[in-house]
């Protein structure tokens, strides 16, 4: 052949991307109300032979919604008290949902789009929403303290500090 002469080019051999998932209707009917995730093929070999079995699928999701919905109860329980808990668990909830159910990963795509929205916003403004944010839950904490008085399970020198804040 003659270097003239121009080849063919190779067909395109890149991978498709994957066909989004058709979610379940509670209905049968196609609409906008999505409930269930139904995906022929899963990343993780376990769940995908789940999914084969109707039954065990109706109990694994029943089993994840449980699961998820008992983080959320606890993330709002352990929301006012000290230490991890609140936002981080309520989270971690959605986001267990959001593996069989499309309205938690709708929800968790709200939340991420404002994360995202947040880390845009310049440093001097981050750092204005988080003395916002922070001066709010104070306020919350004082109302709490003005309405309902120091809790007795306080040690006393942590009493003796709140019995200087006026109004108490």
Do not use: N
């Not at 409930?35 to 089993?63: G, M, N, T």
């Not at 001066?135 to 009493?159: H, K, M, Q």
């Amino acid at each position: 052949m003659s270097p003239d002469v121009e080849q063919p080019s190779p067909p395109d051999v890149r991978p498709r991307p994957a066909a989004p998932e058709e979610p379940v209707h509670l209905d049968g009917a196609h609409g906008s109300h999505h409930i269930l995730r139904d995906s022929p093929e899963d990343r993780w070999r376990w769940r995908a032979k789940i999914r084969q079995s109707p039954h065990q699928l109706r109990v694994y999701r029943f089993c994840v919604g449980i699961a998820g919905t008992l983080l959320v109860v606890l993330g709002f329980i352990s929301g006012p008290l000290p230490g991890p808990g609140g936002i981080p668990l309520v989270l971690l909830g959605l986001a267990v949902m959001a593996s069989e159910f499309v309205w938690a990963e709708r929800l968790m795509g709200v939340f991420k789009a404002q994360l995202h929205r947040f880390r845009s916003w310049s440093r001097p403004r981050q750092t204005a929403a988080f003395a916002v944010f922070f001066a709010c839950c104070g306020l919350v904490g004082y109302a709490y303290l003005l309405t309902l008085g120091p809790p007795t399970w306080l040690p006393g020198s942590v009493e003796g500090v709140l019995a200087r804040l006026p109004g108490l």
